[in-house]
């Protein structure tokens, strides 16, 4: 049974910076595209960073230049470090392959930012 455990979320203010970790209980972890998705009240669902396989990041427009995923297959677990926070990105977040698996979501991890 695959799980993804999010955590690192909180309540920052605008500007600042946090740390999400995302461990995977998934064979094979290396081999699979993995992607950040975020989740605003009343929103849906949407894909904030994804990491290939080799490493390669990719990112919306929205938090490009701002967030940058990183992955650590030793030890099954991909990052999001998220810097310049803007109440705007404030939602639960998620980790999950790429594309996303609907058995795969886990409990997310809620990032607040306000002042």
């Known amino acids: 049974q695959v799980q993804l455990v999010e955590s690192g979320g909180g309540l920052v203010q605008p500007g600042g910076s946090l740390r999400l970790s995302c461990v995977a209980s998934?064979?094979?972890?290396?081999?699979?595209?993995m992607g950040w998705y975020r989740q605003a009240p009343g929103n849906q669902r949407e894909l904030v960073a994804t990491?290939?396989?080799?490493?390669?990041?990719t990112y919306p427009d929205s938090v490009k230049g701002r967030f940058t995923i990183s992955r650590d297959n030793a030890k099954n677990t991909v990052y999001l470090q998220m810097n310049s926070l803007k109440p705007e990105d404030t939602g639960v977040y998620y980790c999950?392959?790429?594309?996303?698996?609907?058995?795969?979501w886990g409990q997310g991890t809620q990032v607040t930012v306000s002042s």
């Open positions: 999950n392959v790429v594309p996303p698996r609907m058995g795969y």
């Open positions: 998934v064979n094979n972890f290396s081999i699979y595209p």
């Open positions: 990491i290939t396989s080799g490493g390669l990041g």
